[in-house]
Nanobody, 114 residues
Framework: QVQLVESGGGLVQPGGSLRLSCAAS????????MVWYRQAPGKQRELVAV???????NYADSVKGRFTISRDNTKNAVYLQMNNLKPEDTAVYYC????????WGQGTQVTVSS
């Protein structure tokens, strides 16, 4: 069964850090790029970061220098280390595979507020 389970979100003050995790199952994880997305209230879902099957990373301009994506193929997991968080990072964060999307997980809520 194809499944994505995100975790690690929470409430954090501006300037704080969080580490998100995504556990994937039901497909050959290692051969796909993995992507973190986010959706803020009233906005469309947007791409945040990508890590290819070879470990090449790319980021949205809004998070460059603050977020780091990584993957562990032994655990079928992808991570998003988020530092120096800003209120505009508040959103529900989701992961998915590159190429054809698979059903979305429930996401994990990140709220940045003082």
């Amino acid at each position: 069964q194809v499944q994505l389970v995100e975790s690690g979100g929470g409430l954090v003050q501006p300037g704080g850090s969080l580490r998100l995790s995504c556990a994937a199952s039901g497909f050959t994880f290692s051969i796909y790029a993995m992507v973190w997305y986010r959706q803020a209230p009233g906005k469309q879902r947007e791409l945040v970061a990508v890590v290819t099957d070879r470990g090449i990373m790319n980021y949205a301009d809004s998070v460059k220098g603050r977020f780091t994506i990584s993957r562990d193929n032994t655990k079928n997991a992808v991570y998003l280390q988020m530092n120096n968080l800003k209120p505009e990072d508040t959103a529900v964060y989701y992961c998915n595979k590159g190429g054809s999307l698979i059903p979305w997980g429930q996401g994990t809520q990140v709220t940045v507020s003082s």
